[in-house]
């Protein structure tokens, strides 16, 4: 996909992660992406605070009689069961982006890779949902990925490395993006492994949320 | 999150309450960053009263306009307000005012309800939200500068862009109510709504003062 429309549909993602419609994997790959990006953080952070100047605009409606007292009932009982999901952030995949660090298993071990070609490997990553299938691939300097078609459209991040397709060059935090049918043939640079998160939204096409965003581009 | 600025900001805090606000950083909070720091600091209770009495009615009414149900809206709205309780001691007012931080817990909110299992969500004070600025320059005052620029620039807009900004905060659903409403394909609404957007931050690079 041409450049335009890849910022177009990058431009999309963060809106769409900004007012939280994302499926997971998605999400964590925008999150991904803006912590290596720092053009992409900062549209975060404005239409994170635009949504705060919206809420902060909102008319006043009254919460249902006894609202707050209710509240502090809740609190004053002390239970918090999100403390526990807050503080469990992985120790492993210290090389990673930090929201990717709890999806992945370990990249340094060699148990975690599926071999699947010459200097080609994927990681499967499970989201516990049925949106598509994410895959993390390692590519090794100058090696390629076959050339290939896709099933469903596909959102690949750069993590480490860079690679070149038809449409373009790559590097770390880049996102390319291949529609439904596309053919291409991604090959590693020469000076480093190359490792990319995958989103590929599967066979269900155009009708999953990617599918819809892409619905923009093909209208 | 820098611990010795908020220290900082809470002592001068502290002084301020007989002796007026000296404290430049103080200065540019508002008056609900402020609270926040106070309710995270002393567990204060009464400030927390006023802080909910002040965004759980606006908070409420943005959720039933970005798509939520009446029920839904007050349960996210109350697990929100839980949430600004429990956490208000991690609150970094260089990271964010209070409004855009309990924005963004309520984002995280009407998500887990979707999604019903709960993630490490992003909080707005981890650094992948903001950067910090190259130069020494002062991150509360360029926290809040570009929190006014944003309140300033809406209040002037056209109301059929005003209406449009909303709609990037609408759900799913919405989205494609519009569409139907409007006989326009969803790709159609979401590019508008994204072209809006780009107006709104080339208004903000444009706004001066």
């Given at each position: 996909m041409n450049k335009q429309n890849t910022l177009t549909l990058v431009e999309t993602l963060l809106i769409d992660y900004a007012?939280?419609?994302?499926?997971?994997?998605?999400?964590?790959?925008?999150?991904?992406?803006?912590?290596?990006n720092p053009a992409s953080a900062k549209s975060i952070r404005m239409l994170l605070q635009l949504g705060g100047a919206l809420l902060e605009n909102s008319e006043p409606i009254?919460?249902?009689?006894?609202?707050?007292?209710?509240?502090?009932?809740e609190i004053d009982?002390?239970?918090?069961?999100?403390?526990?999901?807050?503080?469990?952030?992985?120790?492993?995949?210290?090389?990673?982006?930090?929201?990717?660090?709890?999806?992945?298993?370990?990249?340094?071990?060699?148990?975690s890779w599926k071999r699947i070609g010459i200097?080609?490997?994927?990681?499967?990553?499970?989201?516990?949902?049925d949106f598509g299938s994410t895959k993390l691939y390692k590519i090794s300097p100058g090696c390629s990925v076959p050339s290939h078609s896709h099933d469903g459209n596909e959102v690949t991040l750069v993590l480490s490395?860079?690679?070149?397709?038809?449409?373009g060059t790559y590097g770390p935090g880049d996102i390319s993006i291949q529609e439904t049918g596309a053919v291409h043939k991604p090959v590693a640079d020469e000076d480093g492994e190359c490792i990319v998160l995958a989103v590929n939204e599967g066979p269900i096409v155009l009708t999953g949320p990617v599918g819809r965003l892409l619905n923009m581009l093909i209208k | 999150m820098n611990f010795r600025v908020v220290e900082e900001l809470i002592s001068s805090l502290d002084m301020s309450m007989g002796s007026g606000f000296s404290n430049d950083n103080?200065?540019?909070?508002?008056e609900w960053d402020t609270c926040l720091l106070k309710i995270g600091k002393?567990?204060?209770?009464?400030?927390f009263k006023s802080l909910y009495e002040h965004f759980a009615p606006r908070l409420k009414s943005f959720l039933l306009r970005i798509g939520s149900d009446e029920s839904a809206a007050e349960e996210i709205c109350q697990e929100t307000m839980i949430m600004v309780?429990?956490?208000?001691?991690?609150?970094?007012?260089?990271?964010?005012g209070a409004s855009t931080w309990i924005f963004t817990i309520a984002r995280n909110k009407r998500i887990d309800k979707l999604r019903k299992d709960s993630r490490p969500l992003p909080n707005i004070n981890d650094p992948l939200f903001y950067q910090k600025p190259i130069d020494k320059s002062d991150d509360i005052l360029q926290r809040t500068e570009e929190e006014k620029k944003i309140k300033n620039v809406l209040k002037n807009l056209p109301p059929e862009q005003a209406k449009l900004i909303l709609s990037a905060y609408y759900d799913d659903k919405s989205h494609r109510k519009i569409a139907e409403e409007t006989n326009l394909p969803l790709g159609t609404v979401k590019s508008r709504i994204r072209l809006a957007i780009n107006r709104l931050r080339t208004q903000l690079e444009d706004f001066e003062g």
């Open positions: 007012n939280g419609t994302l499926p997971l994997a998605l999400e964590v790959l925008v999150e991904t992406h803006i912590s290596m009254s919460l249902s009689e006894g609202s707050f007292e209710k509240l502090m009932a009982s002390g239970f918090d069961k999100d403390r526990e999901v807050y503080n469990n952030v992985s120790n492993d995949n210290k090389l990673l982006p930090l929201p990717l660090r709890n999806y992945a298993q370990d990249i340094d071990s060699p148990k200097g080609l490997s994927e990681q499967a990553i499970n989201f516990g949902d490395g860079g690679f070149t397709d038809e449409y | 103080q200065n540019s909070l508002s002393y567990r204060d209770k009464s400030a309780w429990r956490r208000a001691e991690t609150y970094n007012p260089e990271s964010a």
